[in-house]
C-alpha cells in the first residue's frame, strides 16, 4: 500500500547479484577462505572417501567370493532328538539311502553325496603293501564317501577310477588316495594295475585311483576315500552332532547362484520327518558379506566424518563471526547506498554456503581422489556411488548455512550508524 | 517533484533515550532548495552528526516531519527508506569507505547493486561517473594505491552514480592534506555549478567558505547565518 502511495521502487538484491558479491568477499581473501573451508573439506572429504572405500572394498569382496564358494552348500547331521541307539553305538546316520538322488533331482545341484570323516582307533595307521612296508608319516585322514560326494568334491584324477556305485552298493574295500599319500605308501600310479592295497588298522583296500587336487572337502589334506558302506561295514556309524568333527555331512555342487535356493530346499527334500535334524550351511549373501563391512570400521569412519563436519561448522560460523565484525564499516556504507538489513544477511549468508559449498566440492574431490588412488594401488576397481558421491558438495552447503546463520543475523542487525562512525 | 525543496525540515527533532534523555537535535527547521550549496558548521558535540544521520535516512527523528522530495519519510518504513537512500542521497564520507578489495569500479558499482539498476547500464554509468571525477584513468585501481583525493573522488563518484537529488558529504576532507582537501572542494563546486544539491557537514572553516549558504548548529539549536558564504 505505502509502496503504491510513494511510488518508490523496492531496494532489491538479485540471486546473481547475491552469489557473486558472496563469492567476491571469498575470492579477495582466498588464504583465509581455504583454512576456512578446512573442516568442511576434510568432513565431506572424509564421508565420500569412507563410503567410496568400504563400497569398493566390499566390491572387491564379493569379486573374490569365488564362484566355488559360491556354489557349495554343506549339510551336517545333528543328530535324532532322541536317540535310541543302544549304548555304545550310533544312530543311523540322518541322510537316508539314496540321499545323493534326491539331491540331486533338486534344481540346480550339479552333484551331491554324502560322506564323513571315519573315526580309527588311537594308534591306527596307514601301511603301503605289506612288501614295501612303508607307513605314512603324516596324517591321513579316512573318509567315507559316496559316489556322489566324490563326484562333489571335484576330485582331478591322475589315475585309475573313482569310486563307482557298484563299489558303493556292495561295501567293496577299495579307495582312492591322493599323490602325497600314494608317493608316502609307494602307490606309484603306473602299478595301479597291478591293485596295490592300503592297509588301516590291517584291513587292506585295494587302491582304484589316485587324485591329485580336489575342489571341495579335502582341498588341502591327505586323505584316503573309501565308499560310504564299506565304511559303514568296517567302523559303524559315524557320531552324530555338529562340533563332533566325524558327523555324517552331505557336500553339494550347485550352479552358479543356485546355491541360496538349493540350501533352502535340501533339509526338507532329505529328511522331510524331520528337516531340523540337518543344519544347512550355504555361502553367505554377498550383499549381507557387505553391509557387514559397511556396518563396521565405516560407521566409526563416518562418526568421525560427522564431528569433521561438526568443526567445519564451527569453523566458518566463527570466520563469518569475525568477518561480520570487522566489517562494520562495509555493512554500514551497503545500508547508505541501499542495501536493507535482509539484503546484508543475504550476503552473509550467501559467502558461508558458497564457502561451505567450496569446501564440500573440494572435499569430494579429495574423497574420491583417495578412493581412486587407494582402489588403484591395490589394483581394485574403484567404486563410487553417484547417489552419494554427486550430492555430497551439498552437505558443505548446508554446514555453510546452518554456521552463517547467525552471523548474518548479527550482520542484518549492525545499526548502520555504529557501522560508519569509524573516522 | 523537481522545482520543490530537496529537504524540508519542520521542527526535526532527535532526542536519545535516556536516562537522561539527551536532546541531540532540537526542533529545527530547514529548507534546502535544489541546486543549493549548504555548510553545516559547528564544533564536536554540537549535533552535526545527528543532523547528518537524519538527513541522511540512517536515523529516525524523534519529532517533527522531514520531507525529502516532497515524501514525508516519517511515514515511511525500512523498505522505502531504504530505497530511497539509495536511489536519492549520495553519500561522502570523511573516512571514504571505500572496500579495499575492490578496484575504483567496483566500489563505484557497489552503489548500483541495490537500486534495480540494469545489470547491463552499470559499468557504464559507473564508467561515466569516474571520468566525471577526473578519474577515467584509474578505473582499476584498487584504493590502496590511490591517494587520499582520489579515495574521496572514487568515494564520490560512488555518491553520483545513481544522480541523487541530494550529495550529503560529512567533513569531506577531513581525511586529506590541504592540495588533496582543495582538490575535492573544487570538485564539490563544479558538481554544484552542474546542478547537484549538496550538504556540506563540517567544523572547517575553509571547508564550509565554499558553501553558498552556511548553517550552523551548536548544543543541538540550528541557526542559519546568512550570507555567511561567499556568493
Not at chain 1, 546355491?259 to 529328511?271: P, T
Not at chain 1, 535482509?342 to 567450496?358: D, K, N, P, S, W
Not at chain 1, 558421491?389 to 552463517?404: E, H, N
Not at chain 2, 532540537?26 to 543549493?36: K, T
Request: glycine share 10%.
Amino acid at each position: 500500500m505505502r509502496r503504491a502511495r510513494t511510488g518508490l521502487p523496492s531496494p532489491r538484491l538479485s540471486a546473481r547479484d547475491t552469489a557473486s558479491e558472496a563469492l567476491a568477499g571469498i575470492v579477495q581473501r582466498p588464504g583465509r577462505a581455504l583454512l576456512t573451508m578446512l573442516g568442511t573439506v576434510l568432513g565431506v572429504g572424509a564421508f565420500v572417501a569412507v563410503l567410496g572405500l568400504t563400497a569398493t572394498g566390499a566390491g572387491q569382496i564379493s569379486h573374490q567370493f569365488t564362484i566355488l564358494e559360491d556354489t557349495t552348500v554343506n549339510v551336517q547331521d545333528n543328530g535324532p532328538v532322541n536317540n535310541v541307539a543302544p549304548p555304545g553305538t550310533n544312530p543311523a546316520i540322518g541322510f537316508p539311502a539314496d540321499a545323493d538322488a534326491i539331491a540331486e533331482r533338486i534344481n540346480g545341484v550339479v552333484a551331491a553325496g554324502v560322506w564323513w570323516p571315519v573315526s580309527l582307533p588311537d594308534g591306527a595307521n596307514f601301511t603301503g603293501s605289506l612288501a614295501l612296508s612303508a607307513t605314512a608319516s603324516q596324517t591321513v585322514s579316512l573318509l567315507a564317501a559316496s559316489p556322489g560326494a566324490v563326484r562333489a568334491m571335484g576330485v582331478t584324477m591322475v589315475a585309475g577310477s573313482r569310486l563307482s556305485s557298484y563299489e558303493n552298493d556292495t561295501a567293496q574295500h577299495v579307495a582312492m588316495i591322493d599323490t602325497t599319500t600314494a608317493a608316502e605308501l609307494g602307490v606309484a600310479p603306473a602299478r595301479l594295475a597291478s591293485h596295490p592295497a592300503v592297509f588301516v588298522n590291517g584291513i587292506a583296500y585295494t587302491v582304484v585311483g589316485i587324485y591329485s587336487s580336489a575342489q571341495r572337502v579335502v582341498t588341502d589334506e591327505s586323505a584316503m576315500l573309501i565308499p560310504e558302506n564299506t565304511a559303514l561295514a568296517d567302523f559303524g556309524n559315524p557320531e552324530p552332532g555338529i562340533g563332533n568333527q566325524d558327523e555324517a555331512q552331505m557336500v553339494i555342487a550347485t550352479k552358479i547362484g543356485a546355491a541360496q535356493a538349493v540350501a533352502r530346499q535340501i533339509a526338507a527334500a532329505e529328511l522331510p520327518t524331520d528337516p531340523s535334524r540337518l543344519v544347512v550351511a550355504s555361502p553367505p549373501n554377498p550383499q549381507n558379506l557387505q553391509s557387514e563391512v559397511t556396518g563396521d570400521l565405516a560407521s566409526l569412519f563416518l562418526v568421525l566424518a560427522l564431528i569433521s563436519l561438526l568443526i567445519g561448522a564451527v569453523g566458518i560460523a566463527n570466520t563469518t563471526l569475525v568477518a561480520v565484525l570487522e566489517r562494520t564499516e562495509e555493512i554500514g556504507l551497503r545500508r547508505a547506498v541501499g542495501a536493507r538489513p535482509r539484503h546484508i544477511a543475504a550476503q552473509f549468508l550467501a559467502e558461508a554456503a558458497v564457502t561451505g559449498t567450496l569446501g564440500g566440492l573440494i572435499g569430494t574431490c579429495i574423497g574420491a581422489g583417495v578412493v581412486v588412488i587407494s582402489a588403484a594401488a591395490k589394483d581394485w576397481t574403484a567404486v563410487l556411488n553417484p547417489a552419494y558421491t554427486l550430492p555430497a558438495p551439498l552437505i558443505g552447503t548446508v554446514v555453510g548455512v546452518l554456521a552463517g546463520a547467525y552471523p548474518a543475523l548479527r550482520a542484518a542487525r549492525t545499526s548502520p550508524l555504529a557501522a560508519l562512525r569509524t573516522a | 517533484m523537481m522545482g520543490g525543496p530537496v529537504i524540508e525540515l519542520r521542527g526535526v527533532a532527535r532526542t536519545y533515550p535516556g536516562p537522561p534523555p539527551v536532546p541531540a537535535l532540537r526542533p529545527a527547521d530547514l529548507v534546502i532548495d535544489a541546486g543549493d550549496y549548504v555548510a553545516v558548521t559547528g564544533p564536536s558535540g554540537s549535533g552535526k552528526s545527528t543532523l547528518l544521520h537524519v538527513l541522511g535516512l540512517l536515523d529516525t527523528p524523534t519529532a517533527g516531519t522531514y520531507l525529502l522530495d516532497g515524501l514525508d519519510t516519517s511515514a515511511l518504513g525500512d523498505r522505502d527508506r531504504s530505497a530511497l537512500r539509495g536511489g536519492r542521497i549520495g553519500f561522502v564520507f570523511q573516512a571514504f569507505h571505500l572496500l579495499p578489495y575492490r578496484t575504483a569500479l567496483e566500489n563505484v558499482q557497489l552503489a548500483e547493486l541495490y537500486n534495480q539498476t540494469p545489470r547491463g547500464q552499470r559499468l557504464d554509468r559507473a564508467v561515466e561517473a569516474l571520468r566525471g571525477v577526473g578519474l577515467g584513468h584509474r578505473l582499476d585501481a584498487l584504493p590502496t594505491t590511490l591517494s587520499g583525493g582520489e579515495c574521496q573522488r572514487v568515494a564520490i563518484a560512488r555518491a553520483l552514480v545513481n544522480r541523487p537529488s541530494l550529495l550529503l558529504c560529512d567533513e569531506p576532507t577531513g581525511n586529506l592534506d590541504s592540495a588533496n582537501a582543495a582538490t575535492v572542494m573544487e570538485l564539490l563546486d563544479e558538481l554544484n555549478a552542474a546542478g547537484f544539491t549538496i550538504a556540506v557537514i563540517t567544523h572547517d572553516a575553509s571547508v564550509a567558505s565554499h558553501a553558498r549558504r552556511a548553517v550552523a548548529i551548536s548544543d543541538g539549536v540550528l541557526s542559519e547565518r546568512i550570507g555567511a558564504g561567499h556568493a
